[in-house]
Nanobody, 111 residues
Framework: QVQLVESGGGLVQPGGSLRLSCVASGNLFSIYVMNWYRQAPGKQRELVASITSVGTRNYADSVKGRFTISRDNAKNTVYLQMNSLKPEDTAVYYC?????WGQGTQVTVSS
């Protein structure tokens, strides 16, 4: 059983920044693709960013140039650096690996 634990969400003003973290339990963290998803109220969950075992990154068009996904395999951790945040980035953000999901962390962008 793999556990994913997110942290780092909160309330931020438009234009601000947040860094989300996700720590994974278990072994062989480095070989897995890690993903960040988000779900806004009344909307479907969407893929925000992913990073492969060799560090190849992909982003949703809506966050390109503003968000950066990274990983630290020594710490079993994946990060999501979010800059230039907009109100439409407000959502619960989830860490994902295969069929495993974290509990989510709320990000609210509001003045």
């Amino acid at each position: 059983q793999v556990q994913l634990v997110e942290s780092g969400g909160g309330l931020v003003q438009p234009g601000g920044s947040l860094r989300l973290s996700c720590v994974a339990s278990g072994n062989l963290f480095s070989i897995y693709v890690m993903n960040w998803y988000r779900q806004a109220p009344g909307k479907q969950r969407e893929l925000v960013a992913s990073i492969t075992s060799v560090g190849t990154r992909n982003y949703a068009d809506s966050v390109k140039g503003r968000f950066t996904i990274s990983r630290d395999n020594a710490k079993n951790t994946v990060y999501l650096q979010m800059n230039s945040l907009k109100p439409e980035d407000t959502a619960v953000y989830y860490c994902n690996r295969n069929m495993y999901w974290g509990q989510g962390t709320q990000v609210t962008v509001s003045s």
